[in-house]
């Protein structure tokens, strides 16, 4: 790869790691002060709170007539979520691939906020679900591709998962021959330390 996109991509990284840190102590703020505004700060959400039927008067017709094609998708992401759980379990072992931790993609902390009501949490929770499992879903494809077959395309990818800046030049037969295992052990490299995570779940 040459030395000024790895450069960038080094950069990006970096400064991907900032901003986590940086959302990081923001959230710390936030929680802090929800600690010691705890009961203003439930009321001041609770205030803000729809009931259900305020709530259903004032949707409109094509979002009531529309949800049971939203909510059909339920059974599709479970089973791409048992689909790859069980993927991950049997295969990567025997590739030396870290399994991705499921936890750190399926969150569901919504359901707490006061100023949701009821079919706004599910609606929240399903949203949640659908997005983590997609996310958890691509990383553990992405690890995939590293391992089995890590060259660009020979157009520009929207959207490329986080494994793909790493991978071979389209058409670069001597750099894929020469890296495919460079790039096979850093997914095993990683292995001990996500192997620690899945212990401690």
């Given at each position: 790869m040459p030395l000024p996109i790895q450069e960038l991509i080094d950069r990006i990284r970096e400064l991907e790691e900032q901003l986590e840190l940086e959302y990081t102590r923001h959230r710390e703020a936030f929680q802090r002060q929800r600690i010691e505004?705890?009961?203003?700060?439930?009321?001041?959400?609770?205030?803000?709170?729809i009931g259900?039927?305020?709530y259903l008067r004032g949707a409109r017709w094509s979002v009531i007539l529309t949800?049971?094609?939203?909510?059909?998708?339920?059974?599709?992401?479970?089973?791409?979520?048992?689909?790859?759980?069980?993927?991950?379990?049997?295969?990567?072992?025997?590739?030396?691939?870290?399994?991705?931790?499921r936890a750190d993609y399926l969150?569901?902390?919504?359901?707490?906020?006061?100023?949701?009501?009821?079919?706004?949490k599910l609606n929240c929770f399903y949203c949640s679900y659908a997005n983590g499992v997609i996310a958890y879903a691509r990383e553990i494809a992405g690890r995939t591709e590293q391992y089995w077959c890590?060259?660009?395309h020979a157009t520009r990818l929207r959207g490329a998962h986080r494994h793909y800046p790493d991978f071979f030049e389209y058409g670069d037969s001597e750099a894929?021959?020469?890296?495919?295992?460079?790039?096979?052990?850093?997914?095993?490299?990683?292995?001990?330390?996500?192997?620690?995570?899945?212990?401690?779940?």
């Open positions: 505004m705890a009961d203003r700060f439930l009321e001041l959400q609770r205030r803000h709170r259900v039927w305020p949800a049971p094609v939203i909510y059909a998708g339920w059974p599709v992401f479970a089973l791409i979520d048992v689909f790859v759980s069980f993927y991950q379990r049997i295969c990567f072992p025997l590739y030396r691939i870290p399994r991705v931790k969150v569901f902390d919504r359901s707490e906020l006061p100023y949701l009501n009821p079919i706004e890590p060259i660009k894929y021959r020469q890296g495919l295992e460079r790039l096979r052990q850093q997914l095993a490299e990683a292995a001990p330390s996500a192997q620690a995570d899945q212990t401690n779940k």
